[in-house]
């Protein structure tokens, strides 16, 4: 069972197919014509070398004009590198380019929904990160920084007023988002516990990976078309995935069942435990409406957050 329904609104985006159309149609003064493309299809184009990140700023430093040159910046991660194996609490994150303009457009990208994982694999520079290895809330500090350094801070929105349900435009300052602030900490193996009230039992659990999560929710999907089922079950299947022990019992047959047995009141309890401690942007935001109304939403960070309004 899913938490209960939240009274906040969430903004409206619009249709991806149409964004891209129109964010196209802007760029199309630097699209290169079809027609020439013909005349040099017989060019032998050269295959591109693997990108080298430790040599990245040794081929950086052979630039004298800083017009040819490709910078990157520090990004803290929200996680401070608690969560990881080799402690990282920071990466190297180059900033975005007009190729990379070209990534965010292609269609085959889009549509199996991995564009932003080949955008994070081609942007981070510190060595030894995957990104699929990161915790969600460090993905979205980087997503956040590449979106504001390279299309600026204003991110404009639709977002239903929650007492009309009518949706108004809204303009985001990108820059008010902050990190979460997380007050409890991981035990050396980066494990927490909670205590659930119906069954009085002691819950260890782990946050899983953005990588791992996206896994949980292909084997649901999966698992919903095979059997025709009129619900997916990636909630359940992400409260297995996370849970280490149930009162010390480790044995997976053993908390699978205890988990679909689980009181709905305790599953409550377990998620509402792992969003509390999981680090992330804090993607709440307070809008206001044409009449002065205050009230807040959650952003949410899809492919359209790369487009610019034009």
């Not at 956040?144 to 349900?165: A, I, K």
């Amino acid at each position: 069972m899913g938490l209960p329904e939240s009274n906040e609104q969430t903004p409206q985006r619009e249709n991806i197919s149409d964004v891209i159309k129109k964010y196209k149609e802007h760029l199309s003064e630097n699209t290169v014509n079809e027609k020439k493309m013909e005349q040099v299809k017989n060019v032998s184009i050269p295959k591109p070398t693997a990108f080298n990140p430790q040599d990245f700023e040794k081929n950086m430093a052979k630039e004298t004009d800083p017009d040819l040159m490709t910078s990157y910046e520090a990004i803290k991660l929200p996680s401070k590198g608690l969560f990881y194996a080799n402690g990282v609490s920071e990466v190297n994150v180059e900033y975005m380019t007009s190729k990379d303009e070209d990534l965010l457009t292609t269609p085959s990208l889009i549509e199996n929904g991995t564009v932003l994982d080949v955008l994070l694999k081609r942007k981070i520079k510190t060595p030894g990160i995957v990104p699929d290895e990161l915790l969600a809330g460090d993905r979205n500090a980087i997503i956040l920084f590449l979106r504001t350094s390279s299309y600026g801070s204003e991110y404009t929105v639709q977002v239903p007023d929650p007492r009309t349900g009518i949706a108004f435009k809204a303009t985001v300052d990108l820059l008010k988002l902050k990190y979460k602030e997380v007050k409890e900490q991981p035990d050396e193996h980066g494990y927490f516990t909670v205590e659930i009230p119906m069954r009085k039992k002691i819950v260890t659990f782990r946050l899983l990976s953005s990588g791992e999560d996206n896994q949980v929710f292909k084997k649901a999907e999966a698992i919903q078309a095979a059997y025709g089922e009129e619900f997916s079950q990636y909630s359940t299947m992400k409260l297995k995935s996370s849970i280490i022990a149930i009162n010390e019992k480790t044995e997976r047959s053993y908390i699978d069942k205890f988990v679909d047995a689980m009181p709905a009141l305790d599953a409550f309890t377990i998620r509402r435990k792992i969003l509390d401690v999981m680090p992330d942007v804090d993607m709440n935001y307070e809008f206001v409406a044409k009449d002065g109304y205050k009230f807040d939403a959650q952003l949410s960070v899809g492919i359209d957050f790369f487009f610019p309004g034009t």
